[in-house]
């Protein structure tokens, strides 16, 4: 049995909790910095989340943010890349890590799910190895079992 699977989040239960770390800016991605995301992205994770990244940021209302620090992006997330509803995905530079950065990335992007209507998200594809990060992030999180049908349609299939 594979150890992958899509999450729910009832968005009514996300709370945001203020990062401690002054020094670190989260914003909303603007068009102009469209292609440092990508390459972000590209240079810290994979060719695949890049794609999602450009899906989520050539919506005409992007769904991406970014966490920087000493005007560099340290972290990302999205929503609506791959599919409606579906929160991801979320990466921060290996030497962001530990520094509340995820957390805040998720919790901001789940809230503007839920402002632009949605009363749910799926947090697809994710490993167990993460569902703690997750549970701790969002409070409660649901297991959807035998799920991650929408990556099927990709060329080649998922084996994380």
């Known amino acids: 049995m594979s150890q992958n699977y899509d999450l729910l989040i009832d968005l009514y239960d996300v709370k945001l909790t203020p990062n401690p770390n002054s020094e670190i800016r989260f914003v909303k991605v603007l068009a102009p910095d469209a292609d440092k995301v990508v390459t972000f992205v590209k240079d810290n994770f994979n060719d695949e ?10 919506l005409p209302n992007p769904s991406c943010f970014i966490a920087i620090k000493e005007e560099k992006i340290i972290g990302f997330a999205c929503y609506d890349a791959t599919a409606k509803g579906f929160f991801g995905p979320l990466g ?9 950065v995820g957390t805040t990335l998720v919790q901001m992007t789940l809230l503007a799910m839920l402002e632009a209507g ?4 799926i947090i697809g594809g994710t ?11 969002c409070s409660k999180i649901l297991l959807i079992p035998d799920s991650r049908k929408v990556y099927l349609r990709m060329v080649r299939k998922i084996n994380r």
């Open 127 to 137: 490993h167990v190895n993460t569902h703690e990060f997750y549970r701790n992030a």
């Open 92 to 100: 921060v530079s290996k030497n962001a890590r530990g520094l509340g």
């Open 49 to 58: 989340w890049a794609s999602e990244i450009k899906a989520a940021l050539y």
């Open 118 to 121: 949605y009363a749910y998200a």
